[in-house]
């Protein structure tokens, strides 16, 4: 018999403790794998494996192999490295990433593809930088327009958000890469973020606040779910045991890992029973500041292995909080079959644009001032007037800030794109904020202006008087108490005198185009002395190039509101009840306006009484609005026309042709909205319940169907705790927006159902 080899017989040895291993086997049932795993962890190697080690990493179990988690930000694009322990720079030289747009420019596409691609581009930056959770996206509920951090967000609308965050969440998951869907739930303001209670009716909760993030977690299949901040009924989101437990486990069956926000993390006993997996960023100083290298006295660190040594809590708890990031582990950093990622490639840069420039969305366009038609023979003069044309977005706003590899600048993309086919002449016209750092990342730029606000608007009016078009770039910025992370806005006006500014150059010039780069509504006076408005959102590293594409017509713009402008901020229904209602008082808020937020409440626009119902015990009074919204939600204008044909009803199928009626290729939204004519509760006349994103050629014509599903009738009956479709007639109503309708058809539903 022949002998075996030195070499077979080394293999043998090497292998032979691999035997059994079956946490070590990536071809295993998951389940088993994280049996496995837990039974061969010693008590302290459970307790680390659910804290934090550094400001992004968690450990894992160096002595069996099982390798950490390291989280990044943000939604919007790969946050540069930082110091193991602090938040400033680590100083790499090849941390940049591309800076995709905000989400509330996704939103604003209503195309799910965008979304997808959206969130394979940015899956794959984070998978090339070894990162394990992406923290993102978020799918808070555009409440307020004071809102700091709405720009993060996808809009008012419950149905918009949730059918744009499922293929977001795929995408970035194809890549090895947990999604960590935030802020669960209720972080509607960022003023008193860390102390506010929210209290609101279950109806409202799951109508209106909790739809996108179940879409998230049963639809796309999160892995990682992050918890907000504010208290609900009197816990802390981020153990929230109604939250947590009630909800995200027993209703949805979500099976992945609910990580704190940095800092959310407030109460050991809370902590260990309510449902909490993975704590980062404890603040172990107070609530201000947090004291070095304090991992060991994070809340499910110590003092829970103390309490398990004690004999005073058991471990059912913490078996079930390891099984849930050991199966996060197992999903992505013990991944064998994940991508190798890219990063600031020619695609992911030809994605942002795309997605930028599908999320412009064109409010006015008087005279068909856009798009501007250039000519070398003709060289029109281009005056562009405003900080934000200028001015980098990338950097700020809390933790979505970037270090981005390039940030083409509006300014930059009119003078690219305009070429020797214009004069393109450039005027500040006003200062807002000069700084340009965040963290330790700079801008480069220097924005200092000495000249008094009287100098800057002189000198801007008196250029207008001589240019062919001028196109003010303003809006807001990611500074404090502006598009901003932990502070809301103070009011609803543009800054730094910006509205007067505009009436100014509207006076003497009758082509003046406004482009607003933010996040949020604000007070538009002006809107009908002006030819044109572009809402352009941040939209990255290709913003420049974006707002010049919708503007010299190589894009025609597609985008829809996601939420609906009103004129004043007293015209959002959640200012209507004063300070009990927004931002609170004594650390309890009141959602008043209940299930009336966005167009939900501008529909009421002409009613004549007060709307009166009781919900849950409470009586709710909801005044109708005096003025009809500025835009509403869902509007977007094209360069072309689109002419609807007739909607027919099938069964459950509704098919209506639309058209494109003029002479450029354009895409149409076309949005589905449900009524119910006769409810045992007062419904919203309409809610959203249906969209496809159609492009069509000069004179084309394309058929759009939607299917009816008991999904679309319900409402949530909080007193049986169950979504119910009441029998009787429904109206199927086909819009190109919240306020235009086309189409209106009767459907009825013969019994109740419960869902």
């Known amino acids: 018999m022949k002998k075996p080899s030195f070499f077979l017989l080394l293999l043998s040895m090497v292998c032979l403790p691999m035997i059994g291993q079956v946490y070590l086997d990536a071809s295993a049932p998951i389940e088993d794998r994280i049996e496995d795993a837990l039974s061969r962890m010693t008590l302290q190697e459970k307790i680390a494996i659910i804290h934090a080690q550094s400001k992004f990493s968690s450990p894992g179990v160096a002595r069996l192999g099982i390798p950490g988690i ?7 694009g790969i946050r540069p490295e930082v110091l193991w322990d602090e938040w400033n720079q680590a100083g790499w030289t090849n941390d940049s990433c591309i800076a995709f747009p905000a989400l509330t420019c996704l939103a604003a596409t209503w195309n799910t593809e965008m ?13 090339y930088r070894n990162k394990d959770v992406l923290l993102g996206p978020g799918v808070n509920i555009y409440r307020t327009p004071l809102n700091g951090r709405n720009f993060e967000y996808m809009g008012e609308d419950p149905y918009l958000a949730s059918k744009m965050v499922v293929p977001y969440v795929k995408g970035v998951q194809e890549q090895g890469v947990a999604t960590c869907v935030k802020h669960y739930a209720l972080n509607n303001q960022e003023v008193d973020r860390h102390w506010v209670n929210v209290n609101l009716s279950d109806r409202a909760l799951y109508e209106i606040y909790l739809p996108a993030f179940r879409a998230a977690m049963q639809e796309g299949e999160s892995w990682s ?35 704190s926000d940095w800092g959310g993390t407030m109460n050991t006993d809370q902590a260990i029973t309510n449902g909490l997996d993975l704590e980062f960023g404890t603040w172990t100083d107070g609530l201000s500041d947090g004291a070095s290298s304090a991992y060991d006295i994070y809340h499910l660190a110590l003092p829970y292995l103390r309490k398990i040594q004690s004999g005073e809590v058991g471990t059912k708890e913490l078996d079930d909080k390891v099984r849930n990031v050991l199966r996060l582990i197992f999903r992505t950093s013990m991944n064998p079959n994940k991508a190798f990622g890219a990063m600031c490639s020619e695609a992911h840069s030809a994605a942002a644009r795309q997605i930028a420039g599908e999320g412009i969305v064109l409010l006015r366009n008087a005279n068909n001032t856009l798009p501007i038609e250039l000519s070398a023979a003709q060289r029109p003069t281009i005056l562009v007037v405003g900080e934000n044309a200028i001015k980098m977005m990338t950097v700020g706003g809390g933790s979505s800030s970037l270090k981005a590899k390039y940030e083409i600048s509006p300014l930059q993309g009119i003078q690219e794109r305009a070429g020797d086919m214009a004069t393109v002449q450039y005027v500040r016209g006003y200062v807002g904020d000069v700084g340009g750092e965040y963290n330790g990342v700079t801008t480069g730029q220097s924005l200092q202006d000495e000249r008094t606000p009287e100098q800057l608007t002189a000198e801007a009016v008196e250029a207008a008087k001589k240019a062919d078009y001028v196109i003010f770039v303003g809006g807001m910025n990611k500074a404090h108490n502006q598009d901003c992370e932990d502070g809301d806005r103070l009011h609803y006006e543009l800054p730094y005198a910006q509205d007067q500014l505009i009436s100014a150059l509207a006076a003497v010039n009758d082509r003046v185009i406004f482009v607003s780069i933010s996040g949020n509504a604000h007070g538009m006076p002006w809107s009908n002395e002006v030819e044109a408005i572009l809402q352009a959102w941040y939209s990255g590293s290709e913003t420049g190039h974006a707002v010049a594409d919708v503007i010299f017509g190589d894009v025609n713009p597609s985008g829809k509101l996601p939420y609906t402008i009103q004129p004043t901020l007293a015209d959002y229904p959640a200012h209507q009840y004063g300070e009990i209602a927004y931002p609170g008082v004594e650390k309890q808020v009141h959602y008043l306006e209940d299930i009336f937020v966005g167009y939900r409440y501008a529909d009421l626009y002409g009613t004549r009484r ?7 015990g409470v009586q709710y009074t909801i005044n109708p609005p005096k003025r009809k919204p500025t835009f509403p939600f869902g509007f977007g204008l094209s360069y072309t026309t689109f002419a609807y044909g007739e909607a027919t009803l099938n069964g459950d199928q509704i098919t209506v042709s ?16 449900v009524s119910d004519s006769k409810a045992s509760v007062v419904r919203p006349q309409k809610e959203l319940k249906g969209f496809a994103k159609v492009a069509l050629q000069p004179g084309e014509t394309k058929q759009v169907t939607f299917t009816i599903t008991p999904d679309m009738l319900a409402f949530f009956d909080a007193d049986v705790h169950k979504w119910v479709v009441e029998p009787g007639k429904f109206v199927m109503h086909i819009a190109s927006s919240s306020a235009d309708i086309h189409a209106s058809l009767p459907y009825m539903v013969s019994q109740a159902m419960t869902l």
């Open 70 to 76: 390291w989280c990044t930000d943000g939604p919007h």
């Open 115 to 127: 979304s997808y691609l959206y969130g394979v581009s940015i899956g794959e930056e984070a998978r």
């Open 225 to 259: 779910i992050m918890g907000a901040y504010n208290l609900y009924k009197g816990q802390y989101a981020c153990h929230n045991s109604i939250l947590l437990q009630d909800i995200l486990r027993k209703e949805w069956g979500f099976d992945g890992a609910v990580i």
């Open 610 to 616: 007060p709307l009166k119902y009781i919900s849950q």
């Open 658 to 673: 639309v058209t494109n009626t003029g002479a450029r290729a354009g895409q149409e939204v076309v949005q589905l909205y």
